[in-house]
């Protein structure tokens, strides 16, 4: 008999978080018990698979590796990541494989050559495969760009983390706007590529030279002010009222 009561316990909890899925109170309160993750763990991934290539790159052509030397052999690590996450947990590592498809469009394109024009556009090549890998991503389970956010959002609180968890299961809005996040940086940096093609043959040479820097910089400060204004924001606001609704069930 007290076995199975044991067993109730915890189906009956389980089916109360379905029957309430915009309730923030059906975060089981043991959550906001589990250890805090601190910010290294949080920001791993994006040291693994975003810092580590694009240093060892720049280490690279600084000590003076030839362009497609150092973008192959900075794609030694994205690829590896890459191949491991499917073999072993059967799953894309989304920034690993972003990496790499950067790298190899870069390397294509670093044969191009001759006309000026041509090459001040052709970086628009890899923040469009960047743009349109973020743009697929934001329809799939995992947003590529969650990943960079959700560290800022959960501050390495194991409340917040845990928070964050039960809202993508439980709220519909929540999971809207992690979406709509991603879809925004995916179109910025789509239409910085259309700008960047756009000047490179309208515009004078010399112009281009300085204004590219100023079309990429932008373009990115645009994405920043959209997402966090319409995006992360909200978000951030529904990721501390449910860590402080489970902290203070808990209590």
Same mark, same amino acid.
């Given at each position: 008999?007290?076995s199975?009561a044991? *067993?109730t316990r915890p ?5 109360g978080? !379905?029957l309430a899925?915009r309730?923030?109170?059906?975060m ?5 018990q589990?250890?805090r993750?601190g910010?290294?763990a949080a ?9 580590v290539p694009?240093?060892s790159y ?12 150092a973008?192959?052999? @900075?794609?030694?690590?994205?690829a ?8 072993? /947990? !059967?799953?894309v590592?989304?920034l690993?494989?972003l990496m ?6 870069a390397?294509v394109?670093?044969?191009?050559s001759?006309d000026?024009?041509?090459?001040l556009? *052709?970086?628009?090549?890899?923040t469009s495969?960047i ?11 995992r ?5 960079g956010m959700?560290?800022?959002l959960? *501050?390495? /609180?194991?409340a917040r ?8 299961g ?5 999971r809207?706007l ?5 879809v925004t940086w995916?179109?910025a940096?789509?239409?910085e ?7 490179a043959?309208?515009i004078?040479?010399a112009t281009m ?9 932008g373009?990115?400060?645009v994405?920043?002010?959209v997402?966090s204004?319409f995006? @992360? ?6 990721? *501390?009222?449910?860590?402080a609704a489970?902290?203070q069930?808990?209590?």
């Amino acid at each position: 008999m007290t076995s199975t009561a044991f *067993k109730t316990r915890p189906a009956q909890s389980r089916l109360g978080t !379905r029957l309430a899925p915009r309730s923030v109170t059906a975060m089981p309160p043991a959550a906001s018990q589990a250890p805090r993750p601190g910010p290294r763990a949080a920001l791993r991934p994006l040291l693994l698979d975003l810092a580590v290539p694009l240093g060892s790159y720049y280490l690279l052509h600084a000590a003076g590796a030839g362009l497609v030397t150092a973008l192959a052999a @900075s794609s030694i690590w994205p690829a590896a990541r890459t191949l491991t996450a499917v073999v072993r /947990d !059967r799953t894309v590592n989304g920034l690993a494989a972003l990496m790499l498809a950067v790298n190899v469009v870069a390397m294509v394109i670093s044969f191009w050559s001759g006309d000026p024009r041509l090459m001040l556009a *052709k970086d628009g090549a890899v923040t469009s495969t960047i743009g349109i890998a973020i743009l697929v991503s934001a329809f799939t389970a995992r947003p590529m760009m969650t990943a960079g956010m959700r560290p800022f959002l959960v *501050k390495g /609180d194991a409340a917040r983390d845990a928070a964050f968890t039960a809202l993508l299961g439980a709220s519909a809005r929540f999971r809207w706007l992690e979406r709509m996040f991603s879809v925004t940086w995916g179109i910025a940096l789509l239409a910085e590529c259309v700008v960047r093609v756009a000047c490179a043959f309208t515009i004078p040479v010399a112009t281009m030279i300085w204004l590219s820097t100023v079309i990429t910089i932008g373009s990115i400060a645009v994405a920043i002010l959209v997402s966090s204004i319409f995006c @992360s924001a909200p978000m951030e606001t529904m990721v *501390k009222a449910a860590a402080a609704a489970t902290t203070q069930t808990a209590q």
